[in-house]
C-alpha cells in the first residue's frame, strides 16, 4: 500500500500540482553576461566559449544537437504526445519524492549530467535553481529546446556510451526512466563510464520504475505480459529497478542508498479515514500519465492482439481507481569513492 507521504497537502505541493496541469514556460527567463556560466549562442560550427569537451575524447563525438535516425533500440515514439506525457511524469515524479533530486549537491559543483534528458525539463528546471552550476543535457534523440533555455544549460545530441569527457571532471550524474534505452548487458559498462567521468567524491542518481501496476485489475494482466515479454525479446531487462543498488556497488560507488515511492493511479486516499476520498488532483494525473503511457506503447501490445488490447484498456482509468492501484518508482544514489 503506498505510504502516506506521497499524499502530503500542502503548499508546495499545491504549486507542483499547477506546475503539473499547466506546464511552465521558460520564455520568461533571461540571463545575461554577469550570469556565472554565461554561454552566448553559438553556431555549431564554432568553438564552444566554455568548452567541456575532453580534448583526448572529442573523437567520439559523431554529432551534437541532432538526433539519431537509428529508432531499433526505442520502446516509445519519439512524437510531441510522447513529449508531454514526459513532461507530466517530471512533476508527478516531483511530486511523489518531494523535489527534484536527491544526492548532495552543493553550490560548489561545477558541472552536472542529465543523462537521456528526453524534452530538458529537468535540465532547465535544475539550471535556474542553481545558477553558478553548469546543467548538461545528454540525449541521442532531440527532443529537447534547441533556443529557449537557461545560459548555464547545454544539451547535446549524443549516445550515452562513450562520454566526451574527461576522467573526473563531473560532479553529479542524474538519470531517470532510462531503461527503455538500455539493453541488460549494457547496464554495466553504461556504470562503469559514469564512474569515468565522476569525480572522486561525486555523486550518481539512477531512478527507474517497476513496470507491474500493484494491486491491478486482472484485465491489466495481457498489457503488463506482453511489455515484460517485449523487454526480454528487445534483450532488456525488466526489472532492472531491482538491480540498481548491486550494479553500483559493482561499480565501485560507495554510501549506496535506496528509496522508493508509491503513486495512486486515480484514487485519494487519508490515514485518519477508512472511507476513500475523493480522487486529488496529483492521483488523477497520475492515472492519466501512465495511461498514456500505455497509448505510447500501443503499437507493440497489438502486434500480439489488438482485440486484448482495446478490451483492457477500455475501462482501466476506472478498474485502477475500483482497486486502488499503483505504481511503485526506485531510486538509488551513490558516491564515488574518494580513494579509489
Not at 565501485?252 to 477508512?274: A, E, M, N, T, V
Amino acid at each position: 500500500m503506498p505510504s502516506v507521504s506521497v499524499y502530503k497537502q500542502n503548499s508546495t505541493m499545491n504549486l507542483q500540482l499547477n506546475q503539473l496541469l499547466q506546464k511552465p514556460s521558460l520564455k520568461d527567463i533571461s540571463f545575461n553576461e554577469k550570469d556565472s556560466l554565461w554561454v552566448p549562442e553559438q553556431s555549431l560550427n564554432k568553438k564552444p566559449s566554455v568548452d567541456l569537451l575532453s580534448t583526448s575524447r572529442k573523437g567520439s563525438i559523431t554529432s551534437l544537437l541532432s538526433a539519431s535516425n537509428n529508432m531499433s533500440r526505442s520502446f516509445l515514439p519519439k512524437d510531441e504526445n510522447e513529449i508531454d506525457r514526459m513532461v507530466s511524469q517530471h512533476y508527478i515524479l516531483r511530486t511523489a519524492f518531494d523535489g527534484d533530486f536527491y544526492a548532495p549537491l552543493s553550490d560548489k559543483a561545477k558541472i552536472v549530467l542529465d543523462m537521456g534528458c528526453g524534452p530538458g525539463t529537468w535540465t532547465m528546471e535544475m539550471a535556474v535553481q542553481f545558477p553558478r552550476i553548469h546543467f548538461i543535457g545528454i540525449d541521442q534523440y532531440a527532443l529537447f529546446p534547441q533556443d529557449i533555455k537557461p545560459k548555464n544549460c547545454r544539451f547535446l545530441g549524443l549516445d550515452r556510451y562513450t562520454l566526451p569527457f574527461d576522467d573526473n571532471s563531473i560532479d553529479y550524474i542524474f538519470q531517470r526512466d532510462a531503461n527503455w534505452e538500455i539493453p541488460r548487458l549494457a547496464w554495466d559498462s553504461l556504470i562503469q563510464e559514469y564512474y569515468r567521468v565522476l569525480k572522486p567524491g561525486g555523486w550518481i542518481e539512477l531512478v527507474e520504475a517497476d513496470l507491474e501496476t500493484q494491486s491491478s485489475p486482472n484485465q491489466e494482466g495481457f498489457l503488463i505480459d506482453t511489455l515484460i515479454d517485449m523487454y526480454y525479446q528487445k534483450q532488456h531487462d525488466p526489472f532492472i529497478f531491482q538491480r540498481l543498488s548491486s550494479l553500483l556497488a559493482t561499480g565501485g560507488f560507495r554510501r549506496i542508498q535506496s528509496d522508493f515511492q508509491s503513486i495512486p493511479l486515480g484514487w485519494g486516499h487519508s490515514k485518519s479515514l477508512k472511507k476513500q476520498q475523493p480522487c486529488s488532483e496529483y492521483a488523477r494525473a497520475s492515472a492519466m500519465q501512465q495511461f498514456a503511457l500505455l497509448k505510447s506503447l500501443k503499437p507493440w501490445f497489438v502486434q500480439k492482439s489488438r482485440t486484448k488490447y482495446e478490451e483492457c484498456v477500455s475501462n482501466l482509468l476506472k478498474e485502477w481507481s475500483f482497486n486502488k492501484s499503483y505504481i511503485n518508482w526506485h531510486r538509488s544514489i551513490a558516491q564515488k569513492p574518494y580513494l579509489s
